[in-house]
């Protein structure tokens, strides 16, 4: 357990069983770690200073939205600037990370 930003450098460190599944599409490139879970889709992105890590987040967000949910790229940006959640994920090494957060309920329905 730690707060977000990771502001000490450690958290409360415990072992635990976990199932993690990754997807591989070859031949498509992305810049910065996606993630995905039941509410949302999110982006990772680590730089200094800490606004070049939110903007990288946030620049990849809309990129996946233009892609793979069919918005318009002023669409997604104006959108992404609603409702996206940003989670300043750490700031302790020498790279800080946000991550993006925009919620599935905004997504387009899937066919």
Wanted: no cysteine.
């Amino acid at each position: 357990m730690q707060g977000e930003g990771e502001v000490a450098g450690t958290g409360l460190e415990t072992t635990m069983d976990v199932t993690l599944q990754f997807g591989l599409i070859k031949d498509k490139t992305i810049d910065w770690p996606r993630i995905e879970d039941d509410e949302f889709i999110m982006v990772a992105g680590s730089a200094r200073p800490l606004i070049d890590a939110f903007r990288l987040a946030h620049v990849e967000l809309i990129e996946w939205l233009e892609t793979d949910y069919g918005f318009d790229r002023w669409e997604a940006y104006q959108v992404v600037s609603q409702v996206v959640e940003a989670t300043v994920a750490n700031i302790v090494d020498p790279q800080y990370t946000v991550v993006a957060k925009f919620p599935k309920r905004y997504l387009p329905p899937t066919e």
